[in-house]
């Protein structure tokens, strides 16, 4: 019974915001917008399908040089059959991002090819429900989730692959409302631990203390974290199964998820560090009154990540 009660408590708070239906609703309001990002080059993570996938072909369609990164060459290869003339603007990168190895040798490709981005697209991201460790010993969700976006950013900056003005999207997702900022369980490696659903908003609520700690930090660039709403795609349908096919009817399409992505990217607008933005405007950050108590601050969360990637 407590459990129903708890259900209904979140589809009535959530729903319609969340759904294709605070989309419709909300754009009503919009005055019209037609980006163009010519001249620009990104790079996008998760790149290959779902909300990555969108955010490519939008920014490629509007002009930019898009560097598309993911592990499946055939997937991003197709990516580029499937954009038509967009797809000239689009650069596959093939590189594993839960690998900090890997992550690492992309930093270093793009360098050495001499590129110098615009909007760096953190999207890469994903929920597992049963722990999976990677090749170099961490727990996957949190490598592909944040690990991977804080090394791209930091190492990003200090080699120069990111412009001094550059803008950095940060994907996070509503799941961040059911966690605090706990920098303990952000790499939980012991099976009897694991909860892949906790894990994910750990890692979620960490993005978007990452962006306040960058905003503050490095301020001629603009730093957002964002929220897609709850969109039809792979990843959902894999992770959440039932709850892709009841609510499939009112599940956002890669464009409504990813509008506002690329709104921030052309737009810019100032906000306060950390804003949560869903649909063109900062959300709450904290829906739950207990994920706002916390012993940690954004720079234990740094020093954390920090001493994780000197691990190698
Ligand atoms: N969809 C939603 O409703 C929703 C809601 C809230 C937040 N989000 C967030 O939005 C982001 C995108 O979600 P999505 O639903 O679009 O995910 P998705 O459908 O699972 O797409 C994931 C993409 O990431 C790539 N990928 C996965 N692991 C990778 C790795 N280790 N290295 C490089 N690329 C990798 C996959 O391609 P390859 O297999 O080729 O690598 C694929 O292109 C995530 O951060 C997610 O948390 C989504």
């Given at each position: 019974?407590?459990?129903?009660?708890?259900?209904?408590?979140?589809?009535?708070?959530?729903?319609?915001?969340?759904?294709?239906?605070?989309?419709?609703?909300?754009?009503?309001?919009?005055?019209?917008?037609?980006?163009?990002?010519?001249?620009?080059?990104?790079?996008?993570?998760?790149?290959?399908?779902?909300?990555?996938?969108?955010?490519?072909?939008?920014?490629?369609?509007?002009?930019?040089?898009?560097?598309?990164?993911?592990?499946?060459?055939?997937?991003?290869?197709?990516?580029?059959?499937?954009?038509?003339?967009?797809?000239?603007?689009?650069?596959?990168?093939?590189?594993?991002?839960?690998?900090?190895?890997?992550?690492?040798?992309?930093?270093?490709?793009?360098?050495?090819?001499g590129r110098k981005i615009d909007v760096l697209m953190n999207n890469v991201g994903l929920l597992l429900d049963d722990l999976v460790l990677t090749a170099e010993g961490r727990e996957t969700t949190f490598a592909t989730n944040i690990l991977t976006h804080f090394q791209l950013t930091e190492r990003g900056i200090e080699t120069g692959l990111l412009k001094p003005d550059a803008v950095v999207v940060n994907m996070s997702s509503g799941g961040m409302y059911n966690a605090p900022l706990l920098v303990s369980k952000m790499n939980v490696t012991d099976p009897k631990q694991y909860r892949g659903v906790f894990a994910?908003?750990?890692?979620?609520?960490?993005?978007?203390?990452?962006?306040?700690?960058?905003?503050?930090?490095?301020?001629?660039?603009?730093?957002y974290v964002m929220h897609p709403g709850w969109a039809k795609?792979?990843?959902?349908?894999?992770a959440l199964p039932r709850f892709y096919k009841i609510l499939n009817l009112v599940l956002r399409d890669g464009h409504q998820g990813t509008d506002t992505a690329i709104w921030l990217a052309a737009t810019k607008p100032n906000c306060e560090p950390g804003a949560f933005w869903l649909d063109r405007a900062p959300r709450e950050s904290h829906a739950f009154a207990m994920t706002r108590i916390t012993k940690n601050l954004p720079a234990d969360l740094v020093d954390s990540l920090s001493k994780e990637l000197a691990k190698g």
């Open positions: 019974m407590a459990m129903l009660l708890k259900i209904l408590q979140f589809y009535g708070r959530f729903l319609l915001s969340f759904s294709a239906i605070g989309f419709w609703w909300r754009q009503l309001f919009w005055p019209p917008f037609k980006p163009d990002f010519s001249g620009q080059t990104w790079l996008v993570t998760g790149a290959s399908g779902g909300l990555g996938k969108a955010i490519v072909q939008a920014a490629a369609k509007s002009g930019a040089t898009v560097l598309a990164a993911a592990r499946s060459e055939a997937k991003l290869k197709e990516l580029v059959a499937d954009s038509g003339s967009a797809g000239a603007n689009i650069i596959p990168v093939v590189a594993d991002l839960s690998l900090v190895k890997d992550t690492a040798a992309m930093i270093d490709k793009l360098n050495a090819e994910y908003a750990v890692h979620k609520r960490g993005q978007a203390e990452l962006t306040k700690y960058w905003a503050q930090k490095y301020r001629a660039m603009k730093f795609t792979d990843g959902v349908k894999t």
